[in-house]
């Protein structure tokens, strides 16, 4: 989401508008975007209209310098869902996501401090992004096992271009009943066509302003995959 990056509150509250006009009502933002202006503009443009809209935030990176504004722990999931709910001026979000893996924080720890924002009713549904097949596994195991609010979806990257995850994310969550949410489904932008080999990336894109993108997906092959499309 590009809202307070690239997208202004008037551009943003245009944006809003023409989605849910056209039926779409599902929004995706993270505490981090834009350091929370994402959040705060999103609430902005759904003022009076929560109950059309599906919100969805995420948390992990780091929100400030100290030991407990970044990862998993127990008091970051608490603090990290209190101030996304004061940006976006909500009671509540329908999907919690976990950004990043924290390998430093034990699971059954964010798992319960995650269960607890369920039964709170801050959070509707939790969900995780970016984990490795065994690590989902695992957590959705000790959900289980314990009797916690078990993730309801994931979220991976996925595109014409980056596949990998059919080989076992996206059956183990077949089998396991989550849905699947994917991001980067253009591949940054790299699947529109705009980036070429060789040539100088387009201002206003993520390319220009230092975004690996057209170097991480350029291969032998890049040509004809954005050509057919």
């Known amino acids: 989401m590009t809202f307070g990056h690239g ?28 350091d929370g202006e994402s ?6 443009a759904l003022k009076g209209r929560r109950r059309d809209a599906v919100i969805a935030t995420k948390f992990s990176n780091p929100m400030g310098t100290g030991p407990n504004d970044s990862g998993m722990s ?19 979000v329908d999907i919690y996501y976990i950004h990043h893996v924290d390998t430093q ?8 401090a995650l269960d607890d924002l369920v039964r709170q009713g801050k959070v509707r549904y939790t969900a995780c992004s970016n984990y490795q097949a065994w690590r989902l ?12 609010a078990r993730f ?28 699947v949410v994917v991001w980067s ?32 997906y350029f291969a032998d092959n890049a040509d004809d995959t954005t050509g057919t499309l």
């Open 137 to 148: 596994s695992e957590a959705l195991w000790l959900s289980d096992t314990n009797n916690w």
């Open 185 to 216: 489904p253009l591949a940054g932008g790299f699947l529109s066509g705009k980036y070429k080999p060789g040539e100088r990336t387009q201002g206003g894109t993520r390319s220009a302003e230092g975004w690996a993108y057209p170097e991480r």
């Open 105 to 112: 924080t034990p699971l059954e720890e964010m798992l319960q």
């Open 39 to 44: 959040e705060i503009l999103l609430g902005k």
């Open 152 to 179: 309801a979806c994931y979220q991976p990257q996925y595109s014409l271009v980056v596949r990998d995850i059919e080989q076992e994310l996206v059956p183990l969550c077949e089998l396991k009943g989550l849905g």
């Open 7 to 34: 997208a202004d509150e008037a551009e943003s509250n245009r944006m809003v508008d023409l989605a849910l006009d056209a039926g779409v009502n599902f929004f995706d933002t993270a505490n981090a975007y834009a």
């Open 74 to 92: 127990r008091v970051h999931i608490m603090q990290a869902i209190d101030d996304s709910l004061k940006r976006l001026q909500m009671d509540y």
